[in-house]
């Protein structure tokens, strides 16, 4: 017997906190009823009775002569099925390569989706797992290289504007990345924005706060701090800063539109409500690092297009480790919901060595403990 996930995570709604819209008032398969019309006279009933009656018999005459005639009914095409999170078996199909070798090159970027379907939501812990571990997204590859044209600026002293135009371009190459993969396996690919913020404010994912950028599930969308560059002094100058950061949380919303994402949250609520807050943790962490992967991923893919060089690639593994529990408490060996230094440096360099998907599946039961701290 499968256990079922209580709401909101079971509904269509959203997890707590995710910024889903209330749903209307009317239940299944109930719509408002129209006001009631005027009736008709008797007289009139009467004369309907006498000229639809014939005109029905004469339209059964006509439908059994056209059977006749054509023998059996060809059945309608059934609709196409709609893919899920649950893993098959998915032909590979290759890239297609443009000017340069660059794959992909065919896709057209959509504008960005601030109103895009809803997420999938798995119906019990079982099939949370499921999506977990053997989600059919492991089965792809992703496309490299890719080509990503950037116009780089200064974070730290670019205006809003600037900033805005500028990580919306580097949402535009990772779509480029990624989107034909997730369509490929059946998701969505819907492309989010990046809303630039600066001060105090409120997200469907909750208040905004300083030196901070995240993807919120609320509303698909990825929020960025305007301070964020000066969490960082010796890299806030550095204009590949936006898009090691960018590619870590548009990580989250591969596994948003793949399933993973929910279903992470709904094991960890689980954990937490058993009182087993070191699950909990550790499934936070493997959440985080897998999208750590998918950023080395990425960042390989656009390196020869971003013009991205061995020692900005260095740079990027130096901030890895700054971007650990135990670097930003400053306590050695400290680990909490985002994980060691050590091991998100382990990750980001992993997928940045590997085009196989398979690859970043942090949650597989051959990851220990240990590489997920």
């Given at each position: 017997m499968q256990t079922p996930i209580p709401a909101p995570y079971a509904s269509m709604q959203r997890p707590v906190g995710y910024g889903y819209p209330p749903a209307t008032n009317y239940a299944p398969g109930y719509y408002p009823?129209?006001?009631?019309q005027g009736g008709m006279s008797h007289g009139s009933r009467m004369l309907l009775f006498l000229v639809l009656v014939p005109l029905t018999l004469f339209l059964v005459i006509l439908v059994i002569k056209i059977m006749s005639t054509i023998g059996e009914v060809t059945p309608p095409t059934p609709p196409p099925t709609t893919v899920n999170p649950t893993p098959t078996q998915t032909a590979t199909i290759p890239p297609p390569i443009g000017p340069g070798g660059y794959q992909n090159d065919d896709y057209v970027v959509p504008d960005p989706d601030l109103y895009p379907p809803d997420l999938p939501v798995p119906d019990t812990y079982e099939e949370a797992q499921v999506w977990m571990q053997s989600n059919i997204f492991y089965n792809g590859q992703?496309?490299?290289p890719v080509r990503c044209e950037l116009d780089g600026v200064d974070?730290?002293?670019?205006?809003?504007a600037q900033m805005q135009t500028y990580l919306n371009e580097v949402v535009a190459c990772l779509m480029r990345v990624w989107a034909p993969e997730l369509q490929l396996d059946g998701f969505n690919a819907s492309r989010p924005s990046v809303i630039v913020y600066s001060g105090?404010?409120?997200?469907?994912?909750?208040?905004?706060?300083?030196?901070?950028a995240f993807y919120c599930a609320g509303d698909q969308q990825i929020y960025w701090a305007m301070d964020l560059p000066t969490?960082?002094?010796g890299n806030m100058h550095d204009p590949f800063l936006p898009v090691q950061v960018l590619a870590h949380e548009f990580g989250h919303a591969i596994q948003a539109?793949?399933?993973?994402?929910?279903?992470?949250h709904a094991w960890q609520q689980e954990y937490t409500d058993e009182g087993d807050d070191p699950s909990a943790l550790e499934l936070s962490r493997r959440t985080e690092m897998q999208a750590d992967c998918f950023a080395g991923q990425f960042i390989a893919s656009v390196q020869q297009s971003a013009s991205i060089s061995s020692d900005e690639h260095e740079v990027m593994l130096q901030l890895m480790l700054q971007l650990g529990d135990d670097a930003i408490t400053g306590i050695s060996g400290y680990s909490d919901d985002h994980g060691l230094g050590t091991n998100r440096q382990y990750w980001f360099s992993t997928g940045y060595g590997s085009t196989e998907l398979s690859t970043c599946?942090?949650?597989?039961?051959?990851?220990?403990?240990?590489?997920?701290k």
């Open positions: 009823q129209q006001p009631a992703v496309a490299s974070p730290s002293k670019a205006s809003k105090s404010g409120q997200s469907p994912c909750g208040k905004l706060t300083r030196q901070n969490a960082f002094p539109q793949t399933g993973i994402l929910i279903a992470s599946n942090t949650f597989s039961d051959a990851v220990s403990s240990s590489k997920v």
